[in-house]
């Protein structure tokens, strides 16, 4: 309940419900905090060596279980207690796409505009040096799609990988790694088909073209 009339009544009460939910937390994490230091730790390992998450999905949907959702209201028009049931409830995360996290991503050097966006999350960076071990595979776009994601349309692009010989990248590109505490996000952000990618935003999006793919991975 917002208020009777308009958004600006009853913030008084509006403003106490949050500062006790605010207050709560802090007090659960205050009362926990040899088990939430443990936790996060634990988590922070589990990220900064590569092992969290190795499957990721880059795309997904919200499905349906056969749940009904009972949402209890009440009107001040009438006075009366109401409930709405939302049939259509979909508290599911399906994936629709999954990729295995590869050991970083290889960014040529005069890529500006990840170059920039890299250093704005102050990602661990280096430039990249071939190893005797290295797999490298290139993306190539072999048609663009667009999909639906919750009413918004984005990209959603075919691709093709195949590797490409480590030994001709040296000096020219920068290396990404995802064992790093933001990992995850930089595998969403620069896989071609994620639903969460740079290039589904206008700026990004001159990357993805038919036939090649800026990045690599490795």
């Known amino acids: 309940m917002n208020g009777k009339d308009d958004y600006t009544d009853n913030l008084k009460k509006r403003a106490q419900g949050q500062m006790t939910g605010m207050r709560g937390l802090l007090e659960f994490v205050f009362l926990n905090k040899k088990e939430v230091i443990k936790i996060t730790g634990r988590e922070r390992q589990l990220l900064m060596s ?70 704005r999350h102050n990602f661990e960076m280096r430039e990249y040096l071939p190893g005797r071990a290295d797999v490298i595979q290139e993306y190539t776009i072999l048609k663009t799609d667009s999909i639906d994601f919750e009413g918004d349309i984005v990209l959603n692009p075919f691709v093709e990988i195949r590797e490409y010989p480590a030994v001709q990248l040296a000096g020219k590109y920068v290396f990404i790694p995802t064992a790093q505490i933001k990992g995850t996000l930089i595998v969403l952000g620069l896989e071609p088909a994620s639903m969460l990618g740079l290039v589904t935003y206008k700026r990004y999006r001159h990357l993805l073209k038919i036939g090649k793919y800026t990045l690599s991975s490795e």
Request: avoid cysteine; aromatic fraction near 8%; proline fraction near 6%.
């Open 50 to 119: 590569g092992k969290a998450n190795l499957v990721i999905s880059v795309q997904s949907e919200h499905i349906g279980n056969g749940q009904v959702l009972n949402l209890p209201v009440y009107s001040y028009k009438t006075g009366m207690d109401s409930m709405v049931k939302a049939t259509d409830y979909r508290p599911v995360v399906s994936s629709l796409k999954d990729v295995v996290r590869p050991a970083g991503y290889l960014v040529p050097v005069k890529l500006y505009e990840i170059m920039e966006w890299a250093g």
